[in-house]
């Protein structure tokens, strides 16, 4: 006879759940979404860990799609951008950083051979004018086009795409990536008018534009002035690169200094590499640790021959030759002259010290403020007429660090403010989020792997030719990076918190749907907060 | 959505995490699984923080999942069983039996031979007890079931002292450690220097088929040993470090970061054992000296300044010369010695 | 089947014939032989069960215990030193309600040491929970451990049957071993009170404090009283099946008459028996009541029994230290508000025979009025008297046993 089970010592399984442990707590974690230091140093604001979460999991379309949330141009930005993402990096500090841009590129490549679209928004009925079809203005037209207003992009040049092709070289940057990811804007319905030049904004909103994103650029550049013989050969690198692309190459001869040092000098340096020149020197006033230019490129450069003078400047140019004036730097850290001179033989100097914008155009638009050749905008790239947008290297914003990546970020902003306009709403802020600094991480975590290394085209088959130097990554390679990413301040859902916590008061939600506390029985301990591995739980106090 | 299969074996967190969402489902913990068996469920009375209580999951949910469910579970007296058994509920969510402290090896033996011979061999069993229950007053009860080579999997959780009377020091507890028995004073301040009592050596001297260590630091390599300890039948012995912030001192959140610098000082090696020699270790993966470990736990606090400053470095030094011959022993850095 | 068979073996034959699943054993004068009467029938496949030689006594209990806490017959067995090592144990499974079936060889507990025969292990653990049964002889050792399996599956309880060490697990007597049918008929296959089992998992051995303890040590008090209706019943059983029985709390003899009855527990009864037929021959109205069932102790019956006993002797193999006799006590309790008078004879301590002579003189003085209330059934009263006077005389008079021994020793060269 099987009686009932003996009282008290023997027990039903599972019954200590009627036993509410939660009450024991004084504190509570909390799951967050931290900025990572990669989106916080994106300027085009790209949510950089959020689309590597997709390409860890090879969902590559999603990632790309992520991308195309904020930047319309992932092949080019993938090739051209100079990732500051790259320099926040929180891996840095455990080996080296998520080769990010590498990615980006893959991603954008890949979407470019899968043909992946974005749909436009219906339409509006309104009418926008870009004047510039650079990274700013396109950047612009496309997010207009995703909300559904009408899109012209009157061009000034005859072929589109503004720096990225007068600026950068194409060993940087191949012409058929800038080609494809133009086109794939013009399917969305963006219509370009190419040759075109804007003399006059309000005459746009005079033939009915409901708004105009001037994203002209800076297209000049600045003369110091050196004084010259008559038969010395100045010219100016943004005309050198924007004629080779013209299809028309100066004549720069044998041994040629470039004159400054920012990434336009390395450009104008290593074109003069390809354009036969035996002797390529950069002349820069400073030294080499705060010269503008990205180091990248400057390792670039010295890889391919490129030789650097510090401390220097040109004090004169003559036929076959220059004058240099040996620099020192004084307490503050400028650059001040000796009195020293040396010469050095030079068939063609290049000047190479920053560009400026031709605002003319806004010249009769009465409140828009124009001051040191730039235009004065709020955070949402608005001028003082709220239907006139500057974005990219024409905007104040920003304007020390004028890059592809800043003029895309900066046209996502104006078509927002312009849609916010049209809609009669605030226009959009992201919402501040505490950093995802790297002492909240917890690297254990991480498996050990170093950075993947883009391939590259060898030194001896840089010199005469403008192929394209850096290569892609395979699909594992990207796979691998993208695997890299430690998702910092955002859960990537590796199960930790649902595995450490003692009392089983996590609970997973799914895939893709992460995990909640269960308070009922979370006791507070924070064994989850201290092994998240991305600090993505916060442990705050229980509120009474 | 289009997922791309590649042959890429790099995994963002490897293994290390208790889960990983790129790798197949049948490469996960059991730990990631949601429907896994939680052994010891939720309302258990251990503190905030318990390792063991962590521990018991971990191994207990892994001989499940290994066993399809057919297990039974043996316990000693000690944290673990007050913490889960107090009338009228119950932790567990399997058959479990609590005899007395000293008892549990043999019980389990006779619930082994008890199953056998009613027809249920299929049904496997596992036996826990903290330090105390295994390393001291268990010990004559395990050397017999060890000597007979009984099919049982025994887990010993090892907090390294009796922490359910009130920390006491056990034959595990280590040098210099203050417990209630070893008060911080006097010439010699904490627990003497012994030559200790390793359970798992002594395990081995008995050269039953699968002696194994682990921590709750590393649950992969746990859960691992656990399912291969499942796969063999005879007497096999797990050895499981849970940090134990009560008798430790320690911050309820630093448990697992704990035991992993336990392994990766080498004061705690990771390894198994087949027949009676050491088959595998897990290496150290970044070296850290005793004193990160020793450090985060007041029973040490005796060896620092306030300031956190080594007060005491002779006996900083013994601990670490300890750690430096585990290393050694083991080859905690990876060397082959061979 | 009728054999001349030495006590352990009948003890082992009985056992194995109740079908155990698990036999645990550690060796233990003088219940050695029984168990290695066991290891021989498992070795030779004569008896189908888990045979599991442990690493001490408190091992042999726990395994018994694991055992029988996933639904298997277990069986051990053990004597004195041995059961106190499994003290805990014995505690344990009584209050887990194992149905657990011990042997114990009784030996008395030292020190000093001695492995010869006594009833103070059996008293160490009488408040234990368990059953404690005792054999008279070695039929009633086969009988009663058929009937202790029985009896502790029907009330989830485990059995302890007490077969004097020695006197009957060494001596070798005719002896009506029942068949496989017969026995099978008396125990029926087992169906486990609880179980551990995967498909039903309960938790056992749970942690009960104040709030409980009470209730659940009452509810041992009124399990365990239950079995004072079973062992009869079953004993009724056995008489149908084999035509005997020792299933009996309490027996009684020349009862119906007596007017000194000697009460006693055990093998010591058979020479009670004979020295009481002496008496009786020469017209003395004397009986006999001997304890069967110890605990849980039978009160009422022993009550009834001594109904008409106008003086009680009690003869018992065990004493409480600092008190006196313990199974005297329990009979006064028994005879709560009667003025019957009641001696305690304390007689066989470690081994020492219990001579027909010594006990004629004892119930003789019961039967003329002159017994005093405590005897100590042969006691040496020179060594005693001798030692007693050294501690007197001296601080340090060393080791009484040693003391006693030389003194023992140098008597009998005087003679």
Not at chain 1, 508 to 515: F, H, S
Not at chain 2, 69 to 86: I, K
Not at chain 2, 177 to 195: I, K, L, S
Request: net charge negative.
């Amino acid at each position: 006879m099987t009686e009932r089970r003996p009282f008290a010592i023997t027990l039903d399984v599972g019954s200590s759940l009627a036993n509410l442990t939660g009450t024991w707590r004084t504190e509570r974690p909390v799951y967050v979404h931290r900025l990572p230091p990669c989106s916080a140093a994106c300027p085009a604001g790209e949510d950089i860990q959020g689309w590597l979460y997709h390409a860890e999991e090879g969902d590559y379309e999603s990632a790309w799609r992520a991308i195309m949330e904020r930047n319309p141009l992932p092949a080019i930005m993938g090739r051209a951008c100079f990732h500051p993402c790259e320099s926040a990096c929180n891996r840095v500090q455990v080996d080296e950083a998520v080769g990010v841009n590498a990615v980006e590129r893959f991603l954008g490549d890949l979407g470019l051979e899968r043909g992946w679209r974005i749909e436009p928004g219906p339409d509006t009925g309104r009418r926008v004018a870009v004047v510039g079809s650079g990274p700013g203005g396109l950047s612009a037209a496309y997010h207009l086009r995703r909300r559904g207003h009408a899109v012209v992009v009157f061009e000034a040049q005859a072929d589109l795409g503004g720096m990225m092709r007068y600026g950068i070289p194409a060993y940087r940057l191949p012409r058929d990536v800038v080609d494809a990811e133009v086109a794939r804007l013009a399917e969305m319905g963006v219509r370009f008018e190419v040759n075109h030049w804007v003399d006059d904004v309000n005459a746009l909103l005079a033939q009915g534009f409901d708004a105009v994103v001037v994203a002209v650029g800076a297209q000049r550049g600045r003369d110091p002035g050196i004084p010259a013989g008559d038969a010395a050969r100045i010219l100016d690198a943004v005309g050198v690169l924007r004629s080779l692309e013209e299809g028309d190459p100066p004549s720069l001869g044998r041994r040629v200094i470039v004159y400054g040092g920012g990434d336009t000098a390395m450009d104008a340096a290593r074109t003069a590499t390809r354009l036969g020149a035996t002797e390529t020197v950069v002349v820069y006033r400073r030294t080499r640790d705060v010269m503008p230019a990205h180091d990248e490129e400057v390792l670039d450069a010295e890889a391919e021959g490129v030789q650097m003078r510090w401390l220097s400047t040109i004090s004169r140019s003559d036929e076959g030759r220059a004058v240099i004036e040996i620099m020192t730097l004084d307490d503050e850290g400028r650059a001040v002259g000796t009195g020293q001179f040396e010469e050095m033989e030079a068939d063609t100097v290049v000047l190479a010290l920053g560009q400026e914008a031709d605002l003319s155009l806004l010249d009769s638009a009465a409140q828009v403020h124009v001051s040191d050749g730039v235009v004065h905008c709020d955070e949402h790239q608005r001028t003082g007429d709220p239907r006139i947008i500057v974005v990219g290297d024409a905007s104040a914003n920003g304007a020390d660090s004028r890059t592809l990546t800043r003029a895309i970020g900066q046209g996502r902003l104006g078509a927002d403010a312009i849609d916010a306009l049209f809609e009669g709403r605030e226009a959009q802020v992201d919402s501040p989020r505490a950093p995802a600094s790297f002492d909240r991480l917890n690297t254990w975590y991480y498996s050990d792997a170093e950075r993947t290394v883009r391939p590259r085209l060898e030194v001896a088959r840089r010199r005469d030719t403008f192929s394209e130097v850096v290569g892609g990554l395979s699909v594992d390679d990207a796979l691998f990076e993208a695997r890299r990413c430690m998702s910092c301040g955002n859960c990537f859902e590796c199960d930790n918190c649902f595995g450490v916590c003692p009392d089983n008061a996590v609970i997973k939600l799914g895939a893709g749907e992460g995990y909640a506390f269960n308070y009922d029985y979370c006791k507070g301990c924070g064994i989850c907060v201290a092994e998240c591995p991305c600090g993505a739980i916060d442990l705050v106090p229980e509120p009474r | 959505m289009s997922t791309e299969r590649t042959p890429v074996r790099f995994y963002q967190v490897g293994s290390f995490a208790v889960g990983n969402r790129l790798v197949e489902l049948e490469r996960r913990s059991a730990q990631s699984d949601p429907t896994r068996a939680n052994s010891l469920t939720s309302g258990h009375r251990a503190c905030a923080g318990c390792g063991e209580a962590l521990g018991a999951r971990y191994a207990l949910d892994a001989a499940m999942r290994a066993s399809d469910h057919q297990l039974v579970a043996v316990n000693a007296t000690g944290c673990l069983e007050v913490f889960s058994t107090p009338y009228p509920e119950t932790s567990w969510r399997l058959p479990w039996l609590h005899s007395l402290f000293g008892n549990a090896a043999a019980v389990a033996t006779g619930v082994a031979a008890g199953l056998r011979a009613t027809g249920r061999g299929h049904v496997r069993v596992v036996a826990q007890g903290g330090d105390g229950g295994t390393a001291d007053i268990g010990l004559g009860p395990l050397s017999g079931m060890f000597e007979r080579n009984d099919d049982v999997l025994y887990i010993c959780y090892d907090n390294e002292a009796y922490m359910n009377t009130g920390v006491q020091r056990s034959g595990t507890t280590p040098g210099a450690a203050r417990t209630a028995t070893t008060e911080a004073v006097g010439e010699h301040p904490g627990n003497r220097f012994g030559q200790g009592k390793d359970l798992p050596r002594l395990a081995m001297a008995h050269e039953i088929p699968y002696v194994a260590t682990a921590t709750v630091a590393d649950l992969f390599d746990l859960e691992s040993k656990v399912e291969r300890a499942m796969e063999i039948s005879g007497s096999r012995y797990l050895h499981i470090l849970v940090p134990c912030p009560l008798g430790w001192g320690s911050v309820s959140s630093d448990t697992i970061r704990l035991a992993r610098l336990a392994h990766q000082t080498g004061l705690f090696p990771v390894f198994e054992a087949r027949d009676g020699d050491v088959s595998a270790v897990t290496p150290i993966r970044h070296p850290e000296p005793v004193e990160s470990y020793l450090r985060l736990q007041k029973r040490f606090a005796h060896l620092f300044t306030r300031e956190g400053e080594v007060a005491d470095r002779a006996t900083v030094a013994r601990i670490q010369a300890q750690a430096s011959r585990n290393i050694t022993r083991y080859g905690l850095l990876g060397r082959d010695d061979d | 089947m009728q054999a001349q068979l030495e006590g352990s073996q009948a003890v082992a034959r009985a056992v194995a014939l109740c079908r155990p699943d698990v036999v645990c054993a550690y060796p233990i004068s003088p219940q050695t032989h029984i168990i290695e009467a066991l290891g021989a029938l498992v070795k030779s496949g004569q008896l189908d069960a888990e045979f599991v030689n442990a690493d001490s006594e408190f091992s042999a209990l726990s395994v018994t215990i694991g055992a029988s806490a996933v639904g298997a017959r277990a069986y051990t067995a053990t004597a004195s030193q041995g059961l106190l090592f499994m003290m805990e144990a014995v505690y344990n499974a009584a209050g887990l309600g194992l149905p657990i079936v011990l042997t114990l060889a009784n030996r008395a507990i030292g020190a000093p040491i001695n492995i010869w025969n006594d009833h103070s292990d059996a008293m160490s653990v009488r408040d234990s929970g368990w059953v404690q049964l005792f054999a008279e002889t070695n039929q009633d050792a086969i009988d009663l451990h058929i009937l202790a399996v029985a009896l502790a599956e029907e009330l989830s309880v485990p059995v302890m049957v007490n077969v004097d060490g020695f006197i009957l697990t060494h001596s070798i007597e005719r002896v009506d071993l029942p068949s496989a049918d017969e026995v099978d008929s008396l125990v029926p296959p087992y169906l486990p009170r609880q179980s551990l089992d995967p498909l039903d998992p309960v938790s056992i051995g749970a942690m009960v404090g104040p709030e409980a303890f009470t209730e659940v040590r009452y509810l041992a008090q009124v399990r365990l009283q239950r079995a004072l209706d079973v062992i009869p019943r079953l004993g009724e059983h056995h008489l149908e099946v084999l035509g005997r029985s020792s299933g009996h709390l309490v027996q009684g003899y020349h009862l119906d008459d007596a007017e000194v009855v000697v009460v006693a527990m055990g093998s010591v009864l058979g020479t009670i028996k004979d020295v009481v037929d002496d008496l009786r021959a020469n017209g003395e109205k004397m009986g006999v009541l001997s304890i069967t069932c110890f605990r849980p102790f039978p009160a009422e019956a022993v009550r009834r029994a001594l109904e008409r006993a106008t003086r009680v002797v009690v003869i018992e193999k065990a004493f409480s230290i600092g008190y006196g006799g313990i199974l005297s006590t329990d009979i006064a309790l028994a005879l709560r508000g009667r003025s019957t008078p009641i001696h305690e004879v304390i007689a066989g301590l470690g081994g020492r025979p219990v001579w027909a002579d010594s006990l004629r003189e004892t119930f003789l003085a019961a039967l003329e009025g002159t017994l005093v209330e405590t005897t100590f059934l042969d006691l040496d009263h020179s060594l005693v008297d001798g030692e007693l006077a050294r501690v007197a005389q001296r601080r340090r008079s060393g080791p009484a046993a040693e003391n006693v021994l030389r003194d023992l020793e140098m008597s009998r060269r005087d003679s």
